[in-house]
């Protein structure tokens, strides 16, 4: 296989052997996307999956040898897996860094209103998303409660086929002379994005009976919403895309794609000379804040306690343990799509189908705050896929001027660490439904997996 080319997709340049392990690979994928639908169910999916496979938590080690697994739960949100190397950690590891929250609508802490006797529920936007797109399609409600009393009650409403669903109306078009004469972004404000709980009562106002229906089914008053975490996202599942079933169309593989590509490449990765760890971050799509996120010091307190397993207490240790440490910042990247064409500058554009994506650099307008990869860490990246014949290309998020992101590969490069964005290129990111190339999502973790046995 040749593992850069741009004239013949990934699909092609794989043999008859390795489309079927893509195949089996996409269902598995699939069966995690439609499993791990919020981060909190992410994190309990990829713990399971870490536990099978002899992964114990750092609490339960002494101290560490070569081919130990531990995992971090931190707060339930987000997951550290580590396989400990043959090396001292001292001397660097490798990380592949990935999120598993999503853009999505939020529940308010007050969040059940009634107008004109239909009952909606008031919802924050979370992340960067296109508000028009999430008006008329079926929505579920997923998370958690806690009541007054402590208990921790499961909320999932939509995601079983019995169950009714959520929806989010818009104005028809034979009223819509007004709202069409707006600009796109200001057709359906943030205020706007209120899915319909119910409309049947008895009595003279329906919130009543639409709250007796929680209190009757999961036993939560009104009050309880104020410490709740409660998520709108689609209704839909999963499904193939094309007569050539080549695409899969999911809720969330912006980050989900690559990290499913690190849980199931560091299970399946011969232990290496370097510590490998696959990190699984919340809160990326809001600046990577809160005590989840990777601007927190849960991650340098991970390390900190490997190296104390080890022997190394003193904070110069992990300094120098950062400083010699390599990451794949495993975040999506945008595939050029022909349609908007104007966006893209093809040269330097990622295409569906061509395999994992290296991004130098991020960042908006003049690369504000972007990591910009250094050359020399990019040439041993791609000596490591070239070598273990991963399908890769080059990608950037669109032309110059035209606007820009970022991932955690910034922080962690303030770390001291070597670092470079490697992500699966997709169409429709951050709409509530979102499309990959099987071949792009099965060369992630192909990427993954070869870096992390790399030296």
């Not at 999503?102 to 296109?130: Q, S, W």
């Not at 028809?172 to 200001?186: F, I, R």
């Not at 895309?241 to 989900?256: A, F, K, T």
């Not at 908007?340 to 130098?360: M, P, T, V």
Request: net charge negative; proline share 4%; hydrophobic share 40%.
């Amino acid at each position: 296989m040749k593992p850069f080319d741009m004239e013949h997709s990934a699909w092609a340049r794989f043999s008859p052997e390795e489309r079927g392990q893509m195949e089996a690979y996409s269902v598995n994928y699939r069966h995690f996307l439609d499993t791990a639908r919020t981060e909190r169910l992410a994190n309990k999916e990829i713990l399971r999956q870490a536990k099978a496979a002899g992964f114990k938590a750092l609490s339960e080690y002494t101290s560490l040898q070569p081919g130990d697994k531990v995992y971090w739960d931190q707060k339930g949100k987000s997951v550290i897996l580590a396989v400990i190397g043959s090396k001292p950690i001292v001397e660097g590891m490798k990380i592949v860094g990935s999120h598993i929250d999503c853009p999505r609508l939020d529940l308010k802490a007050m969040p059940v209103v009634e107008k004109n006797k239909i009952v909606y529920f008031k919802t924050h936007y979370y992340g960067g998303l296109l508000k028009y797109q999430w008006v008329c399609m079926p929505l579920s409600l997923i998370g958690v409660v806690f009541t007054a009393d402590g208990r921790q009650i499961d909320v999932s409403i939509g995601e079983d086929p019995e169950d009714p669903v959520f929806y989010i109306n818009d104005l028809l078009p034979h009223l819509g002379k007004d709202q069409a004469a707006k600009k796109l972004s200001e057709a359906i404000t943030g205020e706007m994005l209120m899915p319909i709980v119910g409309t049947n009562s008895t009595e003279e106002k329906t919130k009543p009976t639409i709250l007796s229906l929680f209190k009757d089914k999961y036993g939560i008053e009104e009050e309880d919403f104020a410490s709740a975490e409660l998520e709108i996202i689609p209704a839909q599942k999963s499904r193939e895309v094309g007569l050539d079933r080549s695409m899969l169309m999911s809720h969330g593989h912006d980050d989900r794609v690559c990290s499913y590509g690190n849980l199931a490449a560091i299970l399946a990765a011969a232990p290496g000379e370097k510590t490998q760890v696959a990190l699984f971050a919340d809160k990326e799509e809001i600046g990577s804040v809160g005590n989840t996120g990777v601007h927190s010091s849960y991650f340098l307190d991970f390390a900190a306690e490997l190296l104390a397993l080890q022997g190394h207490t003193e904070e110069l240790y992990l300094r120098r343990m950062l400083r010699s440490s390599e990451v794949l910042s495993a975040d999506v990247c945008a595939a050029l799509d022909p349609v908007f064409a104007s966006a893209y500058e093809e040269n330097n554009a990622a295409k569906l189908g061509y395999g994992i994506c290296l991004c130098k650099y991020t960042g908006a307008r003049g690369k504000s705050g972007s990591n910009d990869a250094n050359a020399e860490f990019l040439a041993k990246v791609r000596q490591i896929f070239n070598s273990s014949n991963v399908p890769w290309q080059i990608g950037e998020l669109g032309k110059v001027d035209q606007g820009g992101g970022g991932t955690i590969a910034y922080i962690m490069a303030d770390w001291g660490c070597d670092v470079v964005d490697c992500g699966v290129a997709m169409l429709s990111m951050h709409a509530p439904l979102e499309l990959v190339a099987k071949a792009d999502a099965y060369s992630g973790y192909l990427a993954y997996k070869a870096f992390f046995e790399s030296k």
